[in-house]
């Protein structure tokens, strides 16, 4: 009985977005498949000719594509890592009781990182990583590291960012989920064991999943996206030690004009988003209705 | 019981907690103190902590370098694309919570696969498109753009919202005649009301905070305050002042919002994540 | 060298628009002007010097000739991008900054006209003193000309330079600058380079700075080049090679995270005492002897750069500005009036005065420029030099992100300058045999 309407009744309520959606975000991904199967160049309009799979096949066979796209899975896994790390001590500290006043003023900080334009925070860290006149330097006893300059250092310091900015999102995720575990519950458990490990994993970790398959699902998926704050911080550089799949689709398209190529980068790109968010989903989102 | 409370001595919680917000709010001093500090003095090495204060950069920023319409654009668009994904989200995140029909799941399943699109996969070709249309440099198209990210998000929480709210209720109402629509409006949209604010506080935030379409399909009047602050990247010379008084005039404004919808933006990363 | 013939042609139409208005009276911008009051010109500026001291002088432009210029500033590393975006969507601009290395993408896609057809068309805006010989030549024809036609007039001009701390030098011995970049290496190099201070500085940040002022800045002078005769690449011959590896050589006496540094960077470095020798774009003269800007503006003295074993190849760049082809009729000839005018000799006094640096001869030979210490490098610099110092063919924009990245990568050590020129060089090929060189489909012309 219950949700059974007529045809027209849903296309009414949900044609609509679909429509809008449709237009913005599938007209211009089958513009896209069409470029990418053309050579494609801005400076070269008049040159614009059928070319079968050779952008795929260019993208395909090309390392520093691979490169870019192995190095955005390796601040991934750097970075999450200590976001979930970082994030439950944070959660676990503010879900103890007592120090209302001061835990009040930790939980409105924590909206601060996440809210700020991540373009502002890549130019904020030019400011503050800066070798000779950056904070950072000097807070480290007037260490004289070179942190713009430096491959490794540099990449240290997208990830100091990323940490920065996504920790408080995952901190108040797993917050929610901490508050989520019925009082009787944990107090039951806490007379049972002194071990803040048992209670954390046998009665704690079961209400934390769902929040922290939402962390894996949104920090895979605005990786993949990245592109902000690293263009205002380090433009990819030096050399290609920050130069993230984002990235790189923006400089083979915005730089080189290589439309083609850079919608057949895209074009992957979005392959593999979408078969990690399905695995994602099906595999942990499965109480989906 | 209280024992095994207390364990953590008090102390080093406070500090802990102490470490945490110098953590998070330092880098904003740093930006608003570098945002009053003249070119030389903020390329003084080591950085200098006390000085005499300018509002020269900002004045510089607002006047000189129109930083102000680009704020203003920023928020004309952020409101708008708001409002539509609202519009056209509430009613189908409404369908895919109430009723039945084929493909429901794959629906909703593409409506989330938006939110995690690369913006670039879409900037090439939205460019082009909006190049033949005469779209380009146009606040509607901005508006537009965003809803690829800002739909999905009211889908996802909003959709979460309805389902939890009991069926009864439209049981009722329908045995009293109403349609749909009126069920959805009179009964359980202000029921939803949590949700749909903490979907628009996203969207909001969201759309304020997008740098790459507006960089690549504004140009001088649709141009929105992101999309500036990069604009004052010259290799030739750095004005760091003036790049972070437009840091600061971006970010602010946000900060703000944000800190007076802590409460709803918490309580959506409790829907939209842990539900 | 096809100049010759450029300048005659052009030369030529110059004087067919002169002698339709030289009977009567004498011309005059505003006359000239007059049919045009109240059209608006959009242009690019970028946040530089040049741009700065001709906008100062707008306001006297504007109110001779109702001309309204509409400035759209954009840094230089988005100018290109945001430009060709423009023209590709039939868009506002009614005048085009190029780059030198932009020109042959431009003139190849029509966005703009060549000088000649702008002043067959209004042969009443054609300034009679416009002198187009009075132009360095070969700053006109690498700026604002291609395959023998001319576009563009040279409006923001760059050669580079020696910038030295006489002071820093004196100090360690040295009574005036490198002759040669062996001796920068060999003598400069170790003596100074002590106590946290460098001797010298070479922006290489992954940008067109690497390409312009780091990679081909080593390549000439050894007798390297981008392209043999054949249009393949040169990079693996051995004077490139020397080149490329020379800079390797070099980078022991340069700042650490060299390859980080943009001019804002190096020229801060050297205004601040702590690096020795720059060589930069003329540009920046008023900013390391500004007492604001540079705490070292009175030891501060220049030179041309040095030479290699091939020659002094001092690095050449810079901005002419062209007409639109897709203006209006009225936008294309207020447009003209303000290119001319913009790079007039009249004005190139005062431009220069201001902080420009105009190409004009005849501006440099006046008196009372002692104060501007860049002159005589300069002049050298410009009477002869490598216009395909970088190739100025429409392939560029893609073959210098290719040039970046690989440069970049060479002198951090990731790869050697073999592997990385071999890299370069079959990217490079592969850009160039789809453009149709190699099938004679399209002239080499660089």
């Known amino acids: 009985m219950r949700g059974k ?62 490169q870019a796209m192995g190095r955005t899975m390796f601040l991934l896994g750097t970075a999450l890592p200590l976001q979930l790390a970082l994030g439950l001590g944070i959660a676990l500290v503010l879900h103890q009781p007592g120090l209302t006043l001061i835990k009040t003023l930790a939980r409105l900080s924590l909206v601060l990182p996440m809210a700020t334009t991540y373009a502002v925070v890549g130019l904020l860290g030019q400011v503050m990583f800066n070798q000779k006149f950056g904070v950072v330097n000097q807070l480290m006893g007037g260490a004289n590291i070179n942190w713009i300059g430096d491959p490794e250092n540099a990449f240290v310091m997208i990830v100091f960012w990323d940490v920065w900015q996504w920790t408080p999102f995952v901190a108040l995720v797993l917050l929610a989920g901490l508050t989520m575990v019925p009082g009787e519950i944990e107090e039951a458990a806490r007379l049972e064991t002194t071990s803040k490990w048992t209670v954390l994993r046998y009665v704690q970790l079961p209400f934390l999943i769902p929040g922290l ?77 | 019981m209280a024992a095994a409370r207390t364990q953590s001595p008090l102390w080093g919680q406070i500090a802990l907690l ?109 460019f082009l498109i909006a190049r033949n ?38 049981e009722a109402a329908r045995l009293e005649g109403a349609s749909q629509f009126r069920i959805m409006r009179s009964i359980c949209l202000p029921l939803a009301m949590p949700g749909v604010a903490v979907s628009a506080i996203f969207s909001f935030i969201f759309s304020w905070n997008e740098l790459m379409f507006g960089l690549i399909l504004t140009r001088t009047d649709a141009k929105t305050a992101p999309a500036m ?42 829907m939209g994540a842990v539900k | ?114 000088l000649a057809d702008v002043q067959a068309k209004f042969p009443d805006a054609v300034d009679p003193d416009l002198d187009i010989d009075d132009f360095f030549p070969l700053v006109l024809n690498a700026f604002g000309g291609w395959n023998e036609t001319l576009y563009g007039l040279p409006f923001d001009n760059y050669s580079g330079l020696m910038f030295y ?79 490329l590896q020379f800079r390797q050589d070099l980078m022991q006496y340069m700042p650490d995270g060299i390859v980080a540094y943009d001019h804002a960077e190096t020229v801060n470095g050297f205004a601040q005492g702590d690096i020795a020798m720059i060589t930069e774009w003329s540009a920046f003269y008023s900013t390391v002897v500004s007492p604001e800007t540079s705490t070292v503006a009175d030891c501060v003295e220049i030179a041309p750069e040095p030479m290699g074993p091939a020659g002094r190849k001092p690095a050449l760049g810079g901005f002419s500005l062209a007409v639109a082809a897709q203006a209006d009729d009225a936008e294309q000839a207020a447009a003209y009036l303000f290119i001319q005018w913009a790079t007039s000799k009249a004005n190139a006094r005062e431009y220069l005065e201001r902080g420009g640096v105009p190409a004009r001869q005849s501006v440099y030979v006046e008196d009372g420029l002692e104060d501007f210490k860049f002159v005589p490098a300069l002049v050298e610099s410009w009477q002869d030099g490598v216009p395909e110092f970088r190739p100025r063919f429409a392939e560029w924009p893609e073959i210098t992100e290719i040039v970046q990245e690989w440069g970049t ?38």
């Open chain 1, 5 to 66: 309407v007529s045809r027209r009744t849903i296309f009414a309520f949900i044609g609509p977005a679909v429509i809008g959606l449709a237009m913005v975000g599938i007209a211009p991904l089958l513009y896209a498949l069409w470029t990418s199967l053309h050579f494609f160049n801005l400076t070269k309009l008049k040159k614009v000719k059928f070319i079968g799979f050779e952008n795929y096949w260019t993208v395909l066979t090309d390392e520093v594509f691979w």
């Open chain 1, 213 to 289: 398959v939402a962390v894996l699902i949104l920090r895979t998926a605005d990786t993949l996206k990245l592109f902000d704050m690293v263009f205002t911080l380090t433009r990819g550089g030096p050399g290609s030690s920050t130069e993230f799949i984002s990235l790189m689709i923006q400089r083979v398209g915005f730089r080189g004009f290589d439309q083609g190529l850079a919608s057949a980068q895209a074009i992957i790109l979005l392959i593999i988003t979408i078969i990690l968010a399905q695995i994602y989903i099906r595999v942990f989102y499965k109480e989906v209705n």
């Open chain 2, 18 to 126: 102490i470490v945490i917000i110098a953590v998070c709010v330092f880098p904003f001093y740093w930006m608003v103190t570098t945002s009053l500090k003249t070119h030389v003095v903020a390329l003084e090495a080591p950085p200098v902590w006390i000085f005499e204060p300018t509002l020269a950069n900002y004045r510089e920023a607002l006047f000189e370098d129109g930083v102000l319409r680009t704020l203003i654009n920023s928020l004309v668009i952020a409101i708008c694309t708001t409002g539509l994904a609202l519009v056209l989200g509430v009613p189908a995140a409404f369908a895919l919570a109430r009723f039945e029909f084929r493909g429901k799941k794959d629906l909703w399943f593409w409506f989330i696969t938006n939110r995690m699109v690369s913006p670039i996969v879409l900037a090439l070709p939205f």
């Open chain 2, 133 to 170: 249309l005469g779209l380009l440099d146009k606040h509607v198209t901005l508006i537009l753009i965003y809803l690829t990210f800002n739909l999905p998000i009211v889908i996802w929480i909003v959709t979460d919202q309805f389902r939890g709210i009991p069926y009864d209720l439209d």
């Open chain 2, 229 to 270: 602050a990069v604009s004052f990247m010259e290799g030739y010379n750095l004005p760091y002042g003036k790049i972070m008084a437009t840091s600061t005039l971006i970010v602010i404004p946000v900060l703000i919002f944000a800190l007076l919808a802590s409460k709803q933006l918490v309580r959506g990363l409790t």
């Open chain 3, 1 to 114: 060298m096809n100049f010759r013939k450029l300048m005659a042609s052009t030369a030529m139409a110059a004087t067919m628009a002169t002698t339709a208005v030289a009977d009567g009276h004498g011309w005059s911008l505003k006359e000239a002007a007059a049919p045009y009051a109240g059209t608006t010109v959009d242009v690019v500026f970028l946040l530089r010097p040049g741009y700065e001291a001709i906008e100062a002088m707008l306001p006297a432009f504007e109110e001779e000739t109702g001309i309204k210029i509409n400035i759209i500033k954009h840094p230089y590393e988005n100018a290109l991008g945001e430009q060709v975006r423009d023209f590709v969507a039939g868009g506002d601009l009614d005048i085009a900054l190029i780059d030198l290395v932009w020109i042959g993408n431009f003139a190849e896609n029509d966005w703009i006209l060549p």
């Open chain 3, 165 to 243: 701390n006489s002071c820093m030098l004196k100090e360690a011995g040295f009574d005036g600058p490198p002759e040669t970049w062996q001796q920068l290496k060999d003598e400069y190099g170790p003596a100074l380079t002590k106590d946290g201070k460098y001797a010298f500085a070479l922006q290489s940040k992954r940008n067109e700075t690497q390409s312009a002022d780091s990679f081909a800045r080593v390549l000439w002078p050894f007798g390297g080049s981008f392209l043999n005769d054949e249009f393949k690449s040169n990079l693996l011959s051995e004077e490139s090679q020397a080149g």
């Open chain 3, 409 to 446: 990568k060479m002198m951090l050590g990731e790869v050697t300058t073999v592997e990385g020129a071999e890299e370069i060089g079959t990217r490079m090929e592969a850009v160039l045999e789809e453009a149709g060189y190699y099938s004679g489909e399209k002239p080499m012309a660089q």
